[in-house]
């Protein structure tokens, strides 16, 4: 009967516990390297379920009245795309890499509270079959990301019986998101934290990888940002089942409320999915240019100016309400004013890459490819600051353009960027690196054949969300190029599947060390062992493992910070 | 070469070393209440979601039993 057995002593035998099996260590973990690994596949596994759903979106347009899927499906389709991409996919995957990554990076041996580490994990998990499990009822979230109101009132609320929810649809995104919620406020207080007491001895803030500083700005952003969400969630609930009436203009409330609310969300939410990438990035810039980080303190500080004025900038998204004049100014100056840490860093950038002896490998080429791909969609963002331009494309294909050159031209690339560098130390084994550039170019032909036309398409009048289009716009061919590209793109996340396939079983193993590079999590076996370091480093200066291989030029010995 | 480099060799799971004692006072405990406690909140959305009672109630049952296991469960 007992075939998994272990042996306490000799001649006693007893049957395995839970935890001492395979799928319960698992399910019963608290170890941040396996929850991390866990994040990562979840959120994969919903960037594949979000890819669908884009291509599902692209075919339906990619000729004048397509009937691909039905007006209703369609709604349900394009909400799914955007909320699992930013709610299952980005945020989860950055959160992944910080709980793997973070804890060595700063020489800890795990995060400040694993079980609730365990408990955000299992909450995302959770909260995003919740979601998907609404195709079932064929009750999908049907009113877009933001699920503005008074669309997704119930009929009586709404002030327009044909433009309403009253199915369960909006009910499935206002719970599935408060569950998320939970996840991202109990994982922000971990790494705070985590990342202010838990650093390794002589690890100051000014000593500090910049991914895990942006990671800490990062979690304070969740924390202030999304009880304006959670707020504006259960409002709008009560509306729905408790008979307020918050939103309702008929009733004395104001619809513009919820956008208020939720884009005081929204926006920090923007730099929540692209700061820790900036992190990323500015981890591997550096190894691959052989030099250290130009710039670190501006680099840090200005993820920090970042962070603050990202609370200050919401209402850009809201040109177009009727906002009076001076508020519009303040708006449209706020949001310029965040280009400027912004633009900081991607000087630094190219000042760290500049004279450094370069190797173009597959995580440099995704780094470099995320400052092109991010740069484009900071300058259409800023075009999008100056309101009279704004009034023009507002909820266009421009303002998609834009997203998606910031969402997935940034947090994508920078995430496969962060995929094959630490991938060695995740598995112990390379990413192919050949398969690696056919995909990396793949993707940039994809992203820039999909995305840019939509900029022209915006100029021209379509309209966002559009479920199809009549053949005399002059829509059609930057249509067709959008959703040739976005097939492109779908091939090149294909390669990459087949990359991991083939790596997983027989990749190149990498040894502990395998890209030269300067920071502690690299200072331990690939995989890590349970425990991350048999003791634990002091740091000395901002490369604590550059020092403890090359003590006689040793940073500390040289710079002082 | 790291001190740690050669901790974790990639050998069969039969021939690696016992942990020590020490390895395992270094990292928390595993624990099925976070899990547990998961489990029961999606009972309680799913429960809100389909306007059941019955469901509410179990849902509710399984939370306050996994916040009191996680409670009083050994560190």
Known sequence: ?561 | MSEEQNQNEQVPAKDRPIKTAQEFTLNAHKSYWPLALAIALCFVLVAVTANNLIVLGIGTVLAAAAIIGWGLERR
């Open chain 1, 1 to 561: 009967m007992a075939t998994r057995t272990i042996v306490e002593s000799p001649g006693v035998v007893r049957r395995k516990r839970l935890d001492e099996t395979y799928i319960g260590e698992w399910l019963m973990t608290t170890d941040h390297k396996k929850i991390g690994l866990m994040y990562i596949i979840t959120a994969f596994f919903f960037f594949l379920v979000g890819g669908v759903e884009a291509l599902l979106i692209r075919t339906q347009l990619a000729v004048p009245n397509g009937k691909v899927l039905s007006p209703e499906v369609y709604n349900q389709i394009f909400t799914m795309h955007g909320t699992t991409m930013i709610f299952l996919f980005v945020m989860p995957m950055l959160t992944g890499f910080g709980n793997y990554i973070v804890p060595l990076m700063i020489g800890a041996r795990d995060m400040a509270f694993p079980r609730l580490n365990a408990f955000g994990y299992w909450i995302v998990l959770f909260g995003g079959l919740f979601l998907n499990s609404s195709f079932l009822f064929n009750a999908a979230p049907n009113g877009g990301w933001f699920m503005y109101a008074p669309l997704s009132e119930l009929t009586k609320g709404c002030g327009n019986a044909v433009m309403c929810t009253p199915g369960m649809n909006a009910d499935f995104w206002l719970l599935g998101i408060l569950l998320l919620g939970i996840a991202s406020i109990a994982s922000a207080l971990n790494f705070v934290v985590t990342i202010l007491k838990l650093r390794a001895p002589g690890m100051t803030l000014n000593r500090m990888p910049l991914f895990t500083w942006m990671t800490l700005v990062t979690s304070f952003l969740l924390l202030f940002a999304l009880p304006s969400l959670t707020a504006a969630s259960v409002l709008l609930l009560l509306d729905r089942h408790l008979g307020t009436h918050f939103y309702q203009f008929a009733s004395g409330g104001d619809p513009l409320l919820w956008q208020h609310l939720f884009w005081s969300f929204g926006h920090p939410e923007v730099y929540i999915l692209i700061l820790p990438v900036f992190g990323m990035i500015s981890e591997i810039l550096p190894v691959f240019s052989r030099k250290p980080i130009f710039g670190y303190t501006f680099i840090a500080w200005s993820g920090v100016a970042i962070g603050f004025l990202s609370f200050t900038v919401w209402a850009h998204h809201m040109f177009a309400v009727g906002l009076p004049p001076i508020a519009q100014a303040f708006f449209a100056t706020s949001t310029t004013l965040i280009a400027i840490p912004t633009a900081v860093k991607i000087f630094n950038w190219i000042a760290t890459v500049w004279g450094g002896k370069v190797i173009l490998n597959a995580p440099m080429l995704f780094a470099l490819g995320f400052i092109a791909m991010f740069l484009i969609g900071g300058l259409n963002g800023a075009a999008l600051a100056v309101v009279p331009f704004d009034y023009q494309v507002t909820d266009s294909y421009f303002v998609v353009a834009h997203l998606h050159y910031v969402l997935f031209g940034g947090s994508v690339f920078g995430i496969f960027a962060g995929i094959y560098y630490w991938f060695p130390k995740l598995t112990g084994r390379f990413l192919g690196d050949r398969l690696g550039q056919v995909q990396f170019w793949l993707m940039m032909v994809g992203v820039n054949l999909t995305f840019f036309p939509m900029h022209l398409l915006g100029l021209l009048g379509m309209p966002r969300r559009i479920y199809t289009y009549p053949a005399n716009l002059g829509w059609n061919l930057d249509n067709l190029l959008a959703t040739i590209g976005a097939f492109i793109i779908a091939a090149s996340v294909l390669v990459f599947l087949w990359n991991l396939f083939v790596s997983l079983g027989n990749g190149q193993k990498a040894g502990n060390d395998p890209w030269d590079a300067f920071t502690l999590e690299w200072d331990t076996s690939s995989p890590p062992a349970h425990y991350n370091f048999l003791t634990i480093p002091t740091v000395r200066s901002r490369r604590p493992f550059y020092d403890k291989k090359n003590p006689d030029i040793a940073d500390w010995k040289t710079v002082t910070h």
